[in-house]
């Protein structure tokens, strides 16, 4: 008999979904994060309407960047 601590072949599988979805997790962090980075100092320094349109439309860019790296 011999005991090792290797996962059955039947979690491995759900290891890796978990594994994918946690790298997936952070990219989506970091894309979010980096845009809020760049544009609360941009609105804060010059709050304007034109700005705040411009970052509205990114913020919709960002938001379905994000959707879509999480959908897969």
Excluded: H
Excluded at 27 to 37: P, S
């Amino acid at each position: 008999m011999s005991d090792t601590n290797q996962p059955s072949k039947a979690i491995q599988p759900d290891l890796e979904i978990a594994r994918e979805r946690t790298k997936q997790a952070k990219v989506v962090a970091w894309i979010a994060g980096v845009f809020v980075f760049f544009t609360i100092p941009a609105l804060a320094s010059n709050p304007t309407w034109p700005l705040a349109i411009g970052v509205t439309g990114l913020a919709t860019m960002v938001t379905i960047i994000c959707y879509c790296i999480l959908k897969r």
